[in-house]
């Protein structure tokens, strides 16, 4: 399993801002994912996360609104810009771990973000 | 793409009862099915997981089945206890990425 960490736990935000949001695995990975779970909702998959590349976007997620970074193996992060109310979720990030498939994903701790 | 059906959406059992929990998906080229259990205000848990090659797969008193062919999966828990209570989802992937069921809440009632 791998172990993740993210940082802050916890953000208030007033509308307009931009908060990024960083995720470490304690071992190198090559997936890296971005979830965000609405109160009381599942997990939306925003995008992978590409070591050396552009991410990878889902329907509905765009770049200029969820740029994505991931410099390494170990460290990913994800700026949600321009925040509006509507953006108030919990944010969690994932590492895909395995020695074939790579696809057991273990979670991080996730960051509640409130937007004023 | 992937869409993943989950049932039911509460379910309430006694301590000690069987606690069964379906998906459907509709990709056939998803070969990775894994289950997730989540505690409120705490990450997601993987609980166990099984790939398109196995029909079944036991962990103590969690199992899940899987039907290729109805494209369905399930989760057994048997011998409820007060701390399986929380919500579950189940996932299903194709690409390693994961698509996930809209989740059940179980309360195993003492």
């Known amino acids: 399993s791998a172990v993740i960490s993210q940082k802050p736990s916890r953000d208030i935000c007033q509308r307009g801002t931009s908060l990024t949001i960083q995720c470490q695995v304690d071992?190198?990975?090559?997936?890296m994912f971005w979830y965000r779970q609405q109160p009381g909702q599942s997990l939306t998959l925003i995008a992978t996360a590409n070591q050396g590349s552009e991410a990878t976007y889902e329907s509905g997620f765009v770049i200029d609104k969820f740029p994505i970074s991931r410099p390494n193996l170990t460290f990913s992060t994800l700026t949600v810009s321009n925040m509006s109310p509507e953006d108030s979720s919990i944010y969690l990030c994932?590492?895909?771990?395995?020695?074939?498939?790579?696809?057991?994903?273990?979670f991080g701790p996730g960051t509640r973000l409130l937007v004023l | 793409g992937e869409n993943v059906e989950q049932h039911p959406s509460t379910l309430s059992v006694q301590e000690g009862d069987s606690a069964v929990i379906k998906c459907t998906y509709s990709?056939?080229?998803?070969?990775?099915f894994p289950w997730y259990k989540q505690e409120l205000g705490k990450r997601p848990q993987l609980i166990i997981d099984?790939?398109?090659?196995?029909g079944e797969k036991k962990d103590q008193r969690i199992a899940v089945t899987l039907n290729k062919t109805a494209k369905h999966f399930s989760l057994h828990i048997t011998e409820t206890q007060p701390e399986d209570s929380a919500v579950y989802f189940c996932?299903?992937?194709?690409?390693?990425?994961?698509?996930f069921g809209q989740g059940t809440t179980l309360q195993v009632k003492p």
């Open positions: 996932a299903a992937s194709n690409t390693g990425k994961l698509i």
């Open positions: 099984i790939r398109s090659n196995v």
């Open positions: 071992s190198q990975v090559t997936m």
């Open positions: 990709d056939s080229a998803s070969n990775y």
């Open positions: 994932s590492a895909g771990t395995g020695t074939v498939y790579q696809e057991t994903q273990y």
